[in-house]
């Protein structure tokens, strides 16, 4: 497979080095634009830019009829202005906050455990994550995915960043070092806490992740989650 790469920061490498693993060929490297760029020779694009330019990267995809992964957050209120760029002109498009299968998992007993606390009304849930120092958005798009999932599941009315009101979710980012990525969510009561944890060790995981999600996606039309590419419930 002919891979484009949109970004050649810390994940286009690590991207780069699983996909020649796999068998695959990067024939384009795009770290400032895109304006002289030969679509043709590409099967695939995965942008893992900046938030100010993801939305043009993956829009120039569509319009050149290349499927696109896109794993850069921070840009999600264009989202859905994508999604419906993508459906009208019949691209193939994948988003995700976090491309590895343990978050993917994660997200899932985030879901089933927002279900079970619906009604607990003596537990309070709030959300922590923890990156490198060198990100430029917060909170994490992770963070956002797992408060919008427990959103899906309760009475909780959204999500602040600190200081949230009392229906919202309350999330704190912290920045520590080269941290690839820890996410946890807390539900606390007066007498005691439940809470889970996914601590990446290292960005192979969100790099395979995508790979994967770009080997899936060839020959298909549509707008897919990491739900579709893992088959998961
Ligand atoms: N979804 C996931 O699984 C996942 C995992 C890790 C990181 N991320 C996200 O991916 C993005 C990139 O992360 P990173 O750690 O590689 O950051 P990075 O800063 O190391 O790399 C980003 C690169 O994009 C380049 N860039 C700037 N403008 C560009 C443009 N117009 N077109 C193409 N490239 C351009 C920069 O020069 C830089 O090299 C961030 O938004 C981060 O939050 C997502
Ligand atoms: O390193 C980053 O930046 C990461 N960004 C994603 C997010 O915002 O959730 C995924 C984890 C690493």
């Given at each position: 497979?002919?891979?484009a790469l949109f970004?050649y920061?810390?994940?286009g490498?690590?991207?780069?080095?699983?996909?020649?693993?796999?068998?695959?060929?990067?024939?384009?490297k795009?770290?400032?634009?895109?304006?002289?760029?030969?679509?043709?020779?590409?099967?695939?694009?995965i942008?893992?830019?900046?938030?100010?330019?993801?939305?043009?990267?993956?829009?120039?995809?569509?319009?050149?009829?290349?499927?696109?992964?896109?794993?850069?957050?921070?840009?999600?209120?264009?989202?859905?202005?994508?999604?419906?760029?993508?459906?009208?002109?019949?691209?193939?498009?994948?988003?995700?906050?976090?491309?590895?299968?343990?978050?993917?998992?994660?997200?899932?007993?985030?879901?089933?455990?927002?279900?079970?606390?619906?009604?607990?009304?003596?537990?309070?849930?709030?959300?922590?994550?923890?990156?490198?120092?060198?990100?430029?958005?917060?909170?994490?798009?992770?963070?956002?995915?797992?408060?919008?999932?427990?959103?899906?599941?309760?009475?909780?009315?959204?999500?602040?960043?600190?200081?949230?009101?009392?229906?919202?979710?309350?999330?704190?980012?912290?920045?520590?070092?080269?941290?690839?990525?820890?996410?946890?969510?807390?539900?606390?009561?007066?007498?005691?806490?439940?809470?889970?944890?996914?601590?990446?060790?290292?960005?192979?995981?969100?790099?395979?992740?995508?790979?994967?999600?770009?080997?899936?996606?060839?020959?298909?039309?549509?707008?897919?989650?990491?739900?579709?590419?893992?088959?998961?419930?």
């Open positions: 497979m002919k891979i970004g920061g810390k994940m490498k690590m991207i780069e080095r699983l996909a020649v693993e796999r068998g695959h060929e990067i024939v384009a795009i770290d400032v634009g895109n304006e002289a760029l030969d679509f043709s020779k590409m099967d695939v694009a942008d893992f830019s900046t938030p100010d330019a993801a939305y043009e990267n993956i829009k120039s995809c569509i319009d050149n009829n290349v499927p696109v992964i896109s794993g850069t957050t921070g840009w999600l209120s264009k989202f859905d202005t994508i999604v419906d760029y993508c459906e009208e002109n019949e691209g193939a498009f994948i988003y995700a906050s976090n491309f590895s299968l343990g978050v993917n998992i994660f997200f899932e007993l985030n879901a089933y455990l927002a279900k079970m606390m619906k009604n607990l009304s003596q537990y309070k849930v709030s959300l922590e994550e923890i990156h490198h120092t060198q990100k430029l958005d917060a909170p994490s798009g992770t963070a956002i995915t797992l408060a919008e999932g427990i959103i899906a599941h309760t009475d909780y009315n959204g999500w602040k960043l600190d200081e949230p009101g009392d229906d919202q979710i309350g999330i704190s980012a912290k920045r520590i070092g080269d941290t690839p990525g820890t996410h946890t969510v807390d539900y606390t009561s007066s007498v005691d806490s439940i809470e889970i944890k996914h601590t990446a060790h290292n960005r192979k995981g969100f790099a395979l992740g995508a790979v994967i999600a770009a080997e899936w996606i060839l020959g298909k039309t549509g707008v897919f989650t990491m739900k579709d590419v893992l088959n998961l419930g």
